[in-house]
């Protein structure tokens, strides 16, 4: 005859970000290790030498980290004023970095003193880096000019002077020794070529520059000022590409994933948010203590460094394989025993006669106890801790079962102080959440009405009744305040739409505002 | 109505099976049971429907086997008659007319040539005072006899079957009604009654429900509405009798019934266990639970090997040794209500409507027989009464039939309204349909209408609700991860806050239109914009339709207030209106066809008519009484070729139609009719095997071959006979094959001795007729791989020529034993 029917446990959808790829990846750190630096952190570059070390550019220091150090390995401190964008060179032998007081200081990485000292520059010098060759170094300086020095004479070879505002970032292609590319204040990105007298390429950001990036291939370019990133095809001519609104604050630093198949953005707003640079949607988001100045990854993605305004460090591990592996094997380890059955993987002869076994089907505990009408011992394991707790969505769907049969009541009544203090625990952890409140609604009107007479008997109950009563009303209040909210949005929809007879409706309210 | 004499119609969807116990046969191969106005026998083995016995002109309200003729079954009716039937030809026997509606009937092998009946007390006809009589049926060799000697036995009894039973030999019989029970004793001619208190404790209801007694010794159990069963012993006096309670039922018991030894008691309800009470034992008990709907009746075998249930969702369950149910009768089931409309499912040709509780069943219309039921709800259903339970309110079907949209709600007293709506797939290779999408609380009130959109380019299901919304819902596309696509809300519509109670797409899926209470309100599917509105106040619009084919620019509403009124789209103003009160609009999906059921003073009107002519095709006035909710076009596998006008409609599609009191009615015509005769006529099988699909399909050839080989064993049988003339081939026949010579010589032996002088020339012409028939024969035995069949043709020969010598007497002789009739012979054979 037909089977008992188990009871349905229905799917939620789970809400918040969905699980992808990208998002297995990039939770795939360890919690971050914090240092506190003396000033607000504007630059982080990553050694390309191995084992990659990263220098922090922070107030009048550079800091020296070593990959899974968190003292410095080597400090420069001497800067007279603010340091800025400490920049190493492609083979990890010298750092260059500008100063306030206009002067680009070139260090050897295991020396202490600056080996040449770059002086032409009337005002700070925000942006430092090497061009490809390794002998030339770009700087850009808040007095509207960008340079171009020789690292063994220390000369300066060109000035350019065609922006017209500060100049706050800049970078050099990786490719060609004479090109880069610098933005500045004054909304515009310019693409210089150091044979030629004049940029040869001006886009418009429409935002004052903060940070800018070439793609390894040097095609695409991105930058970011205001709280735009944008992205402009360099063999178009620099025609933008897209235009990304994903912050609400200004976007300070960007970068690259190793493979390029991630873009990094980083905000005063706290955010980093990573983009697929396929279709540039966000693929993913951390959220940070303070507004971010600086971000940088290591090569393979395998820390994520950031800097804030408040000088701390944030630094990021990627977990081994091991760990995790590691986590996966105890997960498996689950079954402490193994059944043998005997016969299992007989293989039946042609002329065996087959007789089919039935089918046993199994049965929660709590399917069991309510095929027999067990009601009160359906409930009990429905309540049971682990599942009360891991799965109120079992205990709350036994309970709308128990009252589509009309015993709710039945089941819920004859509980001692211990018991109902458990049951009213759970109502007080779901009563609010909005799956579960019609049924618990129901139960909890249920249990007050059983248990009323003996309400002052016991005070672990007396209490937790107070704040069951404490929780509804706040609900209440907020629920009010929603509906308040909703119609204050419907007044708002209803005059943002065209008047016609027609209407499609977000809600119901919104009509009344309709009607001529 | 003599004008449309040619169309008729038509009951279909077979009638209650479960009304009165059902009856197994002696042999157990046959079950009998009462339905509707005949009894229709089924094969237990294997659920197959054999033939019924046609005959009453009412309701037949029991069936019992002949206590002295196994092979011979009573029925009775409330038509005033018991009729005596031999059930395994299907043939009427005797016709006894009693003259009074009779309820129920009862048999007893110690009262031979009597019969009980229950009928209504002789002077109050219409009130619901009933009486026990005995006839005493007359012996006389007519067809139709009288018998109007009834004598009173028990006054005032139960009309319920279950509520008399008679006791240990016949000895004396139990009748149950209300709180009393009745034992009358044939030899003292006496009666005792013990009645119980009406509430012995609080709550408790005495009330009997059903009786059944002891078939070996004196004791009689009674089922009681608080579900306790007592047992009744010691009766046989006023004072001392005693009884013993049993109880498991939580609801009334609704039948009792003892195996044929005594041993064991049935009892069932409406939680749908069978409970198996050891009679000895009292406290033991075995169950077979989850039999699907309440139990109504019990039966048992006469060798106790088979019982069988009758449920009350229109199923009898057979149920070998009380442990497993062997097979299943199921008829449409007639629920409380249908909620969804009556559809045809567009793959199947299936009827589809609510079957059992929380189930759709798909009902097969031509082979008047239920296909399957799908579990909607899939939840256990709990037995028991006063329970809101979640009930399938309206399904939809897309165009193809590979989808299908359910919708089902349960309201409780005093809470909210808890709504599913579900979204099936059909799946190929299961050839079912599995469920894809489920959304809770699609709406905030209930769902009015559900209609999938028919264009063959999107599935979009529109469902609209007395939350004042309608919603388009849309299977969204699987781009990402998951393969399965999955539906979701696509457009939420309303108007003016009013509440929509109908809706309709056109046939080619691009307009939609919404009734909202006066107004329908016509929208674009593709742009979701609001083309147009139309209304035709005052009264609220019930009914919507689009005109098909040639008349899609006409659409139809039917309002509350007494108004059909027809839109031309293209000018979107009123073409035509009239007054008439429409419960229901249906369009042909073949035709440019429109059904209306009007309801007018109690009954029902039909009106077929296109909504560009005015006159309608074809009017039917007072179809049935109370209203028609429900009507559907199902196609017609085969299409009429009728060209008279009133038929006309009937060709493509046949209108099925729900009448109040749950009918299934349907139009057929006269050509029809003959056609389907033609072909019951053709699927005539022999009754005296237990018809199984497997028979049906080596039956026939069976037959065919018994045939062929009589007529083969009648020749034979001449045959055999004439060669024993010819010694020489005997001689031939009987030498084993290995000591014979070799072919050769033997052949140039067998040639000559057919030479023939010239004198048997003239002999042979006499011969000729014989030969030919002969020869004939030998043509139809040739089909048959007989190893005789090469010495026959070799035989053939031989007896007529191979013995020139005989003389004409005794040519003679030979001729008359050739004319001989044989048949004895191959009767002899047989044996």
Redesign the interface.
Known sequence: ????????I?IYPKLGEKVTPDTLYWKNYKAPVQIKEFGAVTSIDFSSLAPHNYAVTASTRIHIYGPFSTEPVKTFTRFKDTAYSGKFRSDGQLLVAGCEDSVVRLFDVSGKVALRVFKGHTKGVHVTDFTSDCYHILTGSDDYTCRLWDIPNSTELTSYKEHTDYIRCGTTSKLNRDIFITGSYDHTLRVFDARVEKSVMTMDHSQPVESVLLYPSEGLLVSAGGRYVKVWDLLKGGQPLVSLKNHHKTVTCLSLSSNGQRLLSASLDRHVKIYNTTNYKVVHNFDYAASILSLALAPDDESIVVGMTNGVLSIKHRKSPEEKREMVGKQRMQPVYRIFVKGRNYVPKKDDFLVSKPVKSHLAKYDKQ?KKFNISKALDTALESWRRNRKPEITVAVMK?LD???TLKNALAGRDEQNLSQLLNFLIGNVVDPRFT?VLV?ATEMILDIYQAVVGQSSVVDRQLVRLQELVEREVDYQQDLLEVLGMLDTLFATSLPRK??????D?TS?DF??P | MVVHAEIRMVHRGGSKINFREPVITHDSRFLLCAAGESVNVYSTSTEEYVHDLQGHTDLVTGVVLNPSNHLQVYSCSADGTVRLWDFTDAILIKTFIIGYPIYSIYVSEKHGGVVFLVVPMANYKSSELFQLVAVHLPHSGDQEVEARELSAVLCDVSHHPGAASFGREGEYIAAVKGLQLEVFFFKKQKSYRFSLKSGMKKGAKNAFTCVSCHPKEDCIATGHEDGKIRMWRNFNQKKEYTYSTLHWHHGAVNTLCFTPEGTNLLSGGIESVLVHWHYTQENQKDFLPRLGAAITHIAVSPDGSLFCTSHSDNKITIIQSCVKVSAVIQGLVKGDGVWTNLIIDPRSKALVLNGKPGHLQFYSLHHDKQLYNLDIVQQEYIHEEGLDQFEVVKAAFDARGDWLATVEERRKKGAELEINLKLWAYDELTQSFVLNTTVTAPHEDRITAMFFSPSPETTMLVTTSLDGHFKAWLLADHSDANAEGFWACDFVGGYHLLKPGCCSFSADGSLLSVGFQEVVTVWSPASWELLTTLSQPPGAIRDLCFGRLSCSKYLLGASTKNQLCCWNLLTCSLEWSTPMDVSLLQTDPLSENIAAFCSQSGSSDLFVFKPSEPRPLYSQKALCTGKVQHAVFAPRDQMLESCEERTQWLNRSQLYFLTQHMDLLTFSTKTEEDRLLASSKQLMVDDSVAVTPFYLLLGKHRGQQLEKQEALTNPMAERTQLPQGSIAIKELLHTPAHVLPSASFLCAMFVRSLLISSSSAREEKEHEEGEMEREKEEEDSEGEADPRLGESATWGHPEEFGAPALTKAQERELRKVRTFDHSWLSSLLDC
């Open positions: 005859m037909a089977s008992f029917k188990s009871t349905k229905p309510l079962e589509r049969r009309g019609p129901t007879e027609c209407f499609s409706v977000f119901g009509s309709e009607n």
